[in-house]
């Protein structure tokens, strides 16, 4: 199984900054590729951005140029860097990372969440 505890999220201003970290542990493998999500009330949940084990990067338009993910092999964690947050970003942010189940399959792990607010 594996664990992944969130934190950094809260209530922010329009135009501020926020950083989220996610700490993977149990059988989590620094190979594995690593995510945020986010789930606005009455909507899908829909991809902010993904980094692979080698540092590759995406990003969902909507953040592109404000966030910044990255990860922390060593510590098994991965960063969410946002800046200039507007109140559209208002969800609950989800950590995730995909894991390889047999040779054909996989396996993906959320984190229970941390809700962030940017008011106006």
């Known amino acids: 199984q594996v664990q992944l505890v969130e934190s950094g999220g809260g209530l922010v201003q329009a135009g501020g900054s926020l950083r989220l970290s996610c700490a993977a542990s149990?059988?989590?493998?620094?190979?594995?590729?690593m995510g945020w999500y986010r789930q606005a009330p009455g909507k899908q949940r829909d991809l902010v951005a993904t980094?692979?084990?080698?540092?590759?990067?995406n990003y969902a338009d909507s953040v592109k140029g404000r966030f910044t993910i990255s990860r922390d092999n060593a510590k098994n964690t991965v960063y969410l860097q946002m800046n200039s947050l507007k109140p559209e970003d208002t969800a609950v942010y989800y950590c995730?990372?995909?894991?390889?189940?047999?040779?054909?399959?996989?396996?993906?792990?959320w984190g229970k969440g941390t809700l962030v607010t940017v008011s106006s």
């Open positions: 995730n990372t995909r894991a390889s189940v047999g040779p054909y399959g996989s396996m993906d792990y």
């Open positions: 980094i692979t084990s080698g540092g590759i990067t």
């Open positions: 149990g059988t989590f493998s620094s190979n594995n590729p």
